[in-house]
């Protein structure tokens, strides 16, 4: 997913306007809507932080572009099912370490990956 992509994803799931993410991170709103919807990116590697900082993610999620989306990844028909298979992995495992899931939440997801694993295997 592209650096605005991710930007305006993160900023419609916070459920904040562009003029506060960009009063946030201290520029205008005409340089922010740059940076999500022109394909710019920040100069310095402070504007990463203060983004990171403002969306609750690690700078790396903003600084890499190879992430996707789980649901993007499963969209994917192309794909060979191994490849969707290891970019969701890749994507749980982002998700654990940085999201906000609580660890109910996380043992519920390993929980049902685990039973769909044995129940394809016939184990039930």
């Known amino acids: 997913?592209?650096?605005?992509?991710?930007l305006k994803k993160l900023r419609l799931s916070k459920d904040i306007s562009q003029q506060k993410a960009a009063d946030a991170i201290?520029?205008?709103?005409?340089?922010?809507?740059?940076?999500e919807c022109e394909g710019r990116y920040p100069r310095n590697r402070e504007m990463y932080s203060k983004l990171a900082d403002l969306f609750n993610v690690d700078v790396?999620?903003?600084?890499?572009?190879?992430n996707e989306d789980i649901s993007d990844v499963v969209d994917n028909v192309s794909m060979p099912d191994s490849e969707?298979?290891?970019?969701?992995?890749?994507?749980?495992?982002?998700l654990f370490k940085n999201g906000?899931?609580?660890?109910?939440?996380?043992?519920?997801?390993?929980?049902?990956?685990?039973?769909?694993?044995?129940?394809?295997?016939?184990?039930?």
Do not use: H, P
């Open 84 to 94: 969707k298979a290891k970019k969701i992995a890749e994507n749980l495992a982002f």
């Open 60 to 66: 790396n999620y903003l600084l890499t572009e190879e």
């Open 1 to 6: 997913m592209k650096f605005g992509d991710k």
């Open 100 to 124: 906000t899931l609580s660890e109910k939440e996380k043992d519920t997801i390993l929980f049902s990956l685990q039973k769909a694993y044995f129940e394809s295997k016939n184990y039930f």
């Open 26 to 35: 201290g520029v205008t709103r005409r340089t922010y809507i740059t940076y």
